[in-house]
């Protein structure tokens, strides 16, 4: 679709939105946090009734310049597993077009979601299909998954050593795509890898903490709160060191963990919080399970470097995890097969 078609100026948008190819949200979403300050200065945020954003899906139709719960879209159920906000699924009420939508309070909204997501056309990437303000809220619309890794796990209690590999080969791919358009994710984890109906592809989602690394200062700011999930956090996050993309590959391969073990990594041995622990402890490498094909615990030990110049990338991450997959004869596990207990620790 042309760049005019590409998103909607909705009434009280403010300032034009470069929609040179590909769609850059981020002057939008700059406007937005500026709204937001400016309406705060002037005391009245809650404003209710303010309703403008961008939509990029010609699926999703604005009625008169304004996209309204209820009125426009329907909420269908309850999905909840977005990081600082509720996800759900949704329904365009004039073209019945399903997809998914995150409800972030603005004080939360940071403008590095979208602005680093519409950054990234990859496959292995979920499609972002627009923002919308209504009121109070900043609502997030994107491509609708048959469900997340997180829930998978949860559902078959550990994953067959060959599927690991095999979902884990996919986000380092992800990851690769990342780093070319210079995009930190800081919090993979299972929850926020979705799957495709049949469970063989995989899309990254949930970018509320990520970075762009070409416009930030080194080091945690004083203002910036630890991002990510604690169990998957990175030595150098929790030291609030320099962070960089291998931060998203040390958090891949506690992902990795926690598949082949059915448990979160770290919690089995020590108590909360745990960022003492992996700043100064070893990296957890007992967790790998006794059973693992050597190839799959080397991939592990390469990822799960303390130093992150010493720390494998996620490309050559990548070529370990397709080496251990072909170990093992390559994917011939079911994608949901029977129910494999959490392991337990020795
Ligand atoms: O960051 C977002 C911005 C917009 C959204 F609509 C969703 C998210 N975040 C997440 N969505 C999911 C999910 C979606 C669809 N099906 C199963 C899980 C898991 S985390």
Redesign the pocket.
């Known amino acids: 679709s042309s760049a005019g078609d590409c998103f909607l100026a909705l009434a009280g948008l403010r300032g034009s939105v470069s929609l040179s190819e590909p769609c850059y949200a981020g002057p939008f979403c700059q406007d937005l946090e500026r709204d937001v300050r400016e309406e705060e200065e002037e005391g009245d945020v809650s404003a209710t009734n303010v309703n403008e954003g961008l939509i990029f899906n010609e699926n999703i139709q604005p009625v008169n310049y304004e996209y309204r719960q209820g009125r426009d879209y329907t909420v269908c159920q309850s ?1 909840n ?3 600082y ?1 509720e ?3 949704v329904q365009d009420n004039k073209t019945h077009f399903k ?4 409800k972030v309070p603005l004080k939360r909204f940071s403008s590095e ?1 979208l602005g680093a997501w519409s950054a990234l056309t990859s496959p292995r990437v ?1 499609d ?1 299909f627009g923002v919308v303000r209504e009121g109070p809220y900043a609502i ?3 491509d ?5 890794l997180g ?1 998978l796990i949860k559902d078959s209690g550990r994953l067959p050593e060959d599927l690991a590999l095999h979902y884990h080969c996919q986000v380092l791919g992800a990851l690769e795509h990342l780093l070319k358009r210079q995009v930190l994710h800081l919090d993979i984890k299972a ?2 890898v ?1 799957l495709s109906a049949d469970g063989r592809d995989t899309f990254l ?4 903490q990520s970075e762009r690394t070409d416009n930030r200062g080194q080091g945690l700011r004083a203002s910036q709160e630890l991002k990510g999930t604690e169990t998957h956090m990175a030595p150098e996050i929790v030291k609030g060191e320099a962070r960089g993309a291998k931060a998203d590959v040390w958090s891949s391969c506690c992902m990795l963990l926690h598949m082949l073990s059915g448990c979160q990594p770290w919690t089995r041995y020590y108590s909360r919080p745990l960022y003492l622990k992996i700043a100064n402890e070893p990296p957890p490498l007992r967790e790998i399970p006794p059973d693992c094909n050597i190839f799959t615990a080397d991939v592990i030990k390469a990822g799960l470097q303390k130093d992150p110049i010493k720390r494998a990338s996620a490309s050559e991450l990548k070529a370990r995890v397709t080496r251990a997959l072909s170990e093992l004869g390559g994917l011939s596990s079911p994608i949901r097969g029977s129910y494999m207990e959490p392991l337990q620790i020795h």
């Not at 997809?99 to 995150?102: D, G, M, N, Q």
């Open positions: 999905i597993t977005g990081s906000g996800v759900y699924s997809f998914a939508a995150k979601e979920v972002l997030l619309f994107m609708l998954k048959a469900g997340s829930q929850d926020n979705l989602c949930d970018f509320g």
